[in-house]
């Protein structure tokens, strides 16, 4: 963080879009210098990958919300709709008794619907984007407590499934190469969602009715399919992060996933996503959840207390958002 | 294209409501209709006791529950169970004390998120004599004709005695707790903390670390420690969050059998890791009789007998030995 408060009084007059990249990317290797030389502990193989590992959920929760916050909107449902995914998954799998691949597609597809139904009563029923999803975020709080009776829902002590997150393909390929799966398939959505968002023309569109939803929608473009379907595509991504977090749990907690939206919308922030839309990259987005994850292992390590963890990251999280307010103002 | 759209949003409304009509045993159903009248002492009206939980959507409390709803059916008692739906909601809390108050109950089963802050609920149940049991926590306060609760504070303190047997009394041992401000986290994590340092001067909390009940973060949490750490030997988890954490992040760093965790609550996960050898052993409170307590000791107070002011509802410690024993078995929860 000292180099972002150093740097912004001297910088800040070539403030560009590519500057703010550097600026995070820059951050988190300044973290990761600054922790390894504050305790012996910290740059350790295991240890980066247990930040690695700890960010893979969240990580994915925030690659699909910042698909919707590029167009503007915003998904206050993602922590909820993962936990309902996470149920649903574990009712397909040990209620159902179907196989594993089939919980996981059902998983992904809770997540889907969901985006599906949020995209639906934003873009069809005009209710802002804020609203329908904390909606969403109720219904699907409430349906994942129903659906799973209020108990955990545990895929009793399932091997493969545990796998999904915790065996390492790596491990087998490279031995010891111990990289847990859940890392890896953070960091393959990681580049689907960059080339989705940046190489096709779901991401075009996206950018577009980021920057100026009535112009694009006045050049012909159909707007409102476009906004349900990135919507799902964030739920996809949800899905998936369910789906991960109840794979290292091996159990569905239907009481877990509050507060989890906040996070991954901090993440999207601090790398650089505008929350006014039309900006924003998913190499951003991975790198602000790993300066979340970086810094709060690195300051759990040095033993600051708790509270002022919570205080350092609120900070962060300001000079993320001032940064973006300066390149706009430079814009 | 509109009518296809309109047509899958009701078809999923119909869904969600079958769903929901198919658990309705679940919600608690409003007594509103059979609110019973004042006049509890009458032989002829049927007692109505509303329970104001803490929560009803982790084990813990659903267990509570069921201890009331078995003193209810053995005394012949009406009751509901209702709580909001996290622990930090104060507000809808009083809410629901307000509107129990309003149905003129026979009594009160009330388990405080705030003690301060009810108080002027409880003086309008004591204006209107309405006997007020506090169960699972106390409130600051007289009114209570009794306290139904877990010495969290002595519990935790077995413990740290179960602990420094199995490490062998020395090393270094750390907490992951539920959280700073409630009184059982407080209770819990001090109740540990004061027995080592009083008893076991060989044995050093490294780090006392607060994950809010939640697995994920709390194995995160167990992590960083045991990195910043090396040397760990133990862990203990002051609730079934903070304890499934310390066992993912000890199994995830395959540590087992070279950390000693100890635990609190209890769990069908915990119960697993005890019985496989990832967890050494936990102390549960009793939830099913804390219910239980809570209804007979409303009932006795509506008819004017005398209670004791503080009921120990009671603990088990509970390891690989004595988790199949019958009497354990009734305090655990899955």
């Known amino acids: 963080m000292k180099v972002e408060t150093e740097k912004l009084p001297t910088q800040r007059f070539k403030f560009n879009a590519g500057l703010q990249q550097f600026l995070a990317f820059g951050s988190l290797i300044f973290l990761v210098i600054f922790f390894s030389i504050a305790s012996s502990n910290f740059f350790h193989f295991s240890n980066i990958v247990g930040i690695l590992l700890s960010t ?30 996470a149920v649903m998954t574990g009712v397909f799998i040990t209620m159902w008794g179907l196989p594993v691949w089939v919980g996981v597609i059902g998983g992904l597809m809770t997540g889907a619907v969901c985006g599906l139904i949020s ?7 005009g209710i802002p984007p804020f609203i329908a999803t904390l909606a969403m975020m109720m219904i699907a709080k409430g349906l994942a407590l129903i659906i799973s009776g209020t108990k955990p829902v545990y895929f009793t002590q399932s091997e493969v499934f545990m796998k999904i997150s915790l065996g390492s393909v790596l491990n087998d390929l490279i031995p010891g190469f111990d990289i847990p799966n859940a890392v890896v398939i953070f960091f393959i959505a990681a580049i689907i969602g960059s080339v989705l968002l940046s190489r096709t023309i779901v ?12 112009a694009t929608r006045l050049s012909g473009v159909n707007v409102g399919r476009w906004k349900i379907l990135i919507y799902m595509i964030a739920g996809l991504f949800t899905g998936l992060a369910g789906i991960l977090m109840a794979s290292r749990l091996n159990s569905a907690q239907p009481s877990l996933g509050m507060g989890y939206e906040l996070e991954a919308i901090a993440a999207v922030v601090i790398g650089g996503t505008s929350l006014s839309g039309g900006k924003g990259t998913i190499v951003g987005t991975v790198i602000g959840a790993l300066i979340m994850s970086v810094l709060t292992n690195g300051l759990r390590i040095l033993s600051v207390p708790q509270e002022w963890q919570t205080v350092v990251v609120g900070f962060v999280i300001l000079l993320a958002v001032y940064a973006d307010i300066l390149r706009r103002r430079k814009a | 294209m509109k009518k296809v759209w309109l047509l899958s949003v009701l078809a999923l409304v119909l869904v969600i409501s079958a769903c929901g009509s198919n658990n309705s045993k679940n919600n608690n159903s409003s007594p509103a209709a059979a609110a019973p009248s004042k006049k509890a002492g009458s032989t002829d009206q049927k007692m109505y006791i509303p329970i104001i939980s803490k929560g009803f959507q982790h084990q813990f409390w659903q267990a509570v529950k069921a201890g009331a709803e078995k003193a209810a059916a053995e005394l012949n008692v009406e009751i509901t169970f209702e709580g909001p739906e996290t622990e930090s909601q104060v507000d809808k809390q009083l809410e629901m004390l307000q509107v129990a108050l309003d149905k003129k109950p026979s009594a009160i089963g009330f388990a405080a998120l705030d003690s301060q802050a009810s108080i002027p609920y409880l003086k309008k149940a004591q204006d209107a004599g309405i006997p007020i049991v506090a169960f699972d926590s106390g409130v600051e306060s007289t009114i ?83 990195q910043a750490h090396p040397n760990i030997k133990g862990f203990f988890g002051t609730n079934e969050g903070s304890a499934i954490g310390v066992i993912n992040a000890v199994s995830e760093t395959k540590m087992t059998g070279k950390i000693t965790v100890v635990g609190f609550d209890s769990g069908k996960a915990q119960i697993d890791a005890i019985k496989n050898g990832l967890m050494a052993g936990a102390v549960s409170q009793n939830p099913v009789g804390i219910g239980y307590e809570t209804v007979k000791a409303a009932v006795a107070a509506v008819k004017g007998e005398k209670v004791d002011p503080i009921i120990d509802s009671g603990f088990v410690w509970y390891d690989k030995t004595n988790i199949d024993n019958d009497d354990v078995k009734a305090v655990l929860y899955e």
């Open chain 1, 203 to 214: 991401g075009r569109y996206n950018f577009a009715i980021g920057s100026n939803e009535e």
């Open chain 1, 56 to 85: 893979a959920v969240i990580g994915v929760l925030a690659l699909g919300a910042t698909f919707v916050i590029v167009t503007g909107g915003i998904d206050l449902s993602v922590g909820t709709v993962m936990t309902l995914s």
């Open chain 2, 144 to 226: 209570p004709v009794t306290t139904v609760a877990t010495n969290n504070s002595v519990a935790a303190g077995i413990a740290a005695d179960k602990m420094a047997e199995l490490i062998g009394g020395e090393g270094e041992v750390a907490v992951i707790a539920h959280d700073q401000t409630s009184r059982t986290g407080i209770d819990r994590r001090d109740g540990f903390a004061n027995r080592i340092k009083e008893k076991y001067p060989n044995i050093k909390i490294v780090d006392i670390q607060y994950g809010g009940g939640d697995h994920l973060k709390s194995t995160d949490l167990a992590k960083a420690i045991m």
């Open chain 1, 119 to 125: 995209g639906f009563t934003i873009s069809k029923l």
